[in-house]
């Protein structure tokens, strides 16, 4: 028999399958919590931590990231506080910063309230989310692709370079792989630092009702649980 | 060749994938390097993901992937050897040798390495000489240790 828990994410009762991680919880119940490295098929790794949530713990608050935060029995969650927003937004920026030419990382700073992006443009096309490399070692179990090197020099490569003869060629690493998904009709440029105007009504959305989901067409190809909810 | 001196490195060993830094690190002190045939067969033998291999040599500054030369010179730049001079020893090495640490001469006899520190800071700048430490190194001295390890070497090949 399946074992529930209840908790409480921004004052809202939610009853969550025990083992769950709180964004699971939030999701099944409606609730929208900003994502990007979160696959519902494979192990939360929390590397975007765009997730990120107040846990309410003997009065105090903590801030975790909640795809890897178990559900547990009487937790307070706040995930749309002042702070919350704040933290959001920055890391959102940072985001975009390394990476600008991607429609879905857009939509999502845009969708946590970024107008300006106050840093140097890096121009990375790749945020290190693991999506590829997660898919890749769980379930295709082709370990094809992984993490090479450590600190900046950090990076998503083959084995021993050139080994591309492991790929199983599913093709699913460029399907989850936020940069798949073309830039919008305005793509910002270094040293502009500003969004695209087909956003700018996305954020008067925003500012008008808090809180909604702006359809930040994740879905398409990029596979956002999202769209399974909305 | 190869695969006759791995064997006797992975004996007792195989299928054990937590032994994966062990067997590394035995061949990196077999061949000076980890070759691409030793990932290939540690993967297989050990029962862990190429992918896995690649990633672990890559991370820790002990395994390197391309040969080293035969005289290795490790420079530490930590922070009291810093203090003490070791940019001076290490700009006297990329004077000398004409190499970036981390690179090898080309006629493959030298390698000169950086890590950040080797715990012996009271003994700075210190430079670890194919395994021996040697304190209190200045270029002068470098500069003499090297001349003398490619010195020997010449020496040998004249008398072949």
Do not use: W
Not at chain 1, 113 to 121: D, I, M, N, S
């Amino acid at each position: 028999m399946q074992q529930y828990v209840t908790l409480k994410i921004d004052n809202a009762r939610v009853k969550a399958v025990k083992g769950a991680s709180v964004l699971d919880a939030a999701m099944a119940s409606g609730l929208c919590i900003p994502h990007l490295c979160y696959v519902p098929v494979l192990k939360a790794s929390g590397a975007c931590r765009l997730c990120i949530v107040e846990v309410v713990d003997n009065g105090r608050t903590k801030i975790t990231a909640s795809c890897t935060l178990n559900a547990e029995d009487g937790m307070v969650i706040y995930s749309n506080t002042e702070r919350i927003r704040k933290l959001r937004k920055n890391i959102a920026e940072l985001l975009v910063a390394q990476a600008p030419n991607s429609r879905a990382v857009q939509d999502i700073a845009v969708r946590c309230g970024v107008k300006e992006v106050r840093y140097p443009f890096r121009n990375d096309n790749c945020i290190q989310c693991g999506r590829c490399v997660s898919y890749c070692t769980e379930y295709s179990k082709a370990n094809s692709l992984g993490f090479v090197g450590r600190g900046k020099n950090r990076h998503v490569e083959y084995p021993l370079g050139f080994r591309r003869d492991l790929c199983k060629k599913c093709g699913f690493c460029t399907e989850y792989c936020p940069m798949s998904v073309t830039p919008c009709g305005g793509p910002m440029k270094a040293g502009e630092g500003r969004l695209c105007g087909n956003c700018d009504s996305q954020i008067a959305a925003m500012e008008h009702f808090s809180g909604i989901c702006v359809r930040c067409e994740l879905g398409k190809g990029f596979k956002c649980v999202r769209q399974t909810y909305v | 060749m190869i695969m006759t001196a791995l064997n006797s490195i992975l004996k007792g060993r195989r299928s054990q994938p937590h032994l994966l830094i062990e067997v590394l690190q035995d061949a990196q002190d077999l061949y000076g390097y980890i070759p691409e045939e030793a990932m290939n067969a540690v993967s297989r033998e050990l029962g862990v993901p190429l992918m896995k291999v690649y990633r672990v040599a890559c991370f820790y500054k002990a395994f390197s992937l391309k040969p080293r030369g035969k005289y290795v010179f490790t420079v530490c730049t930590g922070t009291a050897c810093h203090v003490r001079g070791a940019n001076l020893l290490l700009d006297q090495v990329k004077g000398q040798l004409n190499i970036e640490p981390g690179e090898t001469t080309e006629d493959g006899l030298v390698t000169i390495e950086n890590v950040n520190c080797v715990g012996a800071c009271a003994l700075g700048p210190v430079v670890i000489q194919d395994g021996a430490y040697c304190h209190h190194m200045t270029p002068g001295k470098l500069r003499k240790a090297i001349d003398k390890s490619r010195g020997k070497k010449k020496k040998e090949r004249a008398h072949a």
